[in-house]
């Protein structure tokens, strides 16, 4: 079992990376499983707006913690867990995360990386978005200079990148110290 946290802006191919990670597990006779925090917070929330600040804190901290339950759960029945939706810019998001879990196993952590123009064309695609501030996020990424885990260059087919990132795990690459 292994938790694999993959972090990147809006965008940056996640969700589709993720689920055919799941796949390459799950057809290399490895049980794996995605878990994406933005479902937890759409059980509190589906539509993404909130009457308060104090509200979405709360929606926002108990689908966390339902989140870090469910990753516990799932490694302790031997899944191999492949997590997106938390930002991991730096070590110290890393541990503070890493603490609230339960069990010791290896953690890997890739960070995909996206050309900003490849980004918007994807954004562009899905439709707006009033959630999503592209500049802002890639402001926040381009100021770290010394990235936990293994930056991922995500600009092949989906395809291609998820087996890349499968060997990359399958060498280690990724695998964080805490």
């Known amino acids: 079992m292994k938790l694999i946290l993959i ?13 055919l990670l799941v796949d390459q597990f799950n057809k290399n006779g490895e049980k794996a499983i995605l878990l994406d925090l933005d479902s ?22 108990n689908a966390r913690v339902n989140f870090v339950k469910d990753i516990n759960k799932y490694l ?22 890493t603490e609230k879990l339960g069990i010791n196993y290896p953690i890997y952590l890739f960070h995909l990386t996206v050309p900003r123009a490849l980004r918007q064309q994807r954004l562009d695609q899905r439709g707006p978005h009033s959630l999503i501030n592209l500049d802002k996020d ?11 885990g293994y930056v ?20 280690n690459k990724g695998l964080i110290n805490l």
């Open 76 to 97: 302790q029945e031997d899944l191999t867990v492949v997590a997106i939706g938390e930002r991991f810019l730096t070590h110290s998001d890393v541990s503070r995360y």
């Open 138 to 148: 890639q402001k926040d990424r381009d100021a770290i200079k010394d990235w936990p």
């Open 40 to 61: 937890y917070v759409e059980e509190f929330n589906p539509k993404w707006i909130w009457e308060s600040k104090e509200q979405e804190e709360k929606d926002h901290l």
């Open 7 to 19: 972090d990147g802006g809006p965008a940056s191919g996640k969700n589709t990376l993720g689920k």
């Open 152 to 171: 991922y260059e995500n600009i092949n087919s989906p395809e291609e990148d998820a087996k890349n990132l499968y060997d990359l795990i399958r060498s």
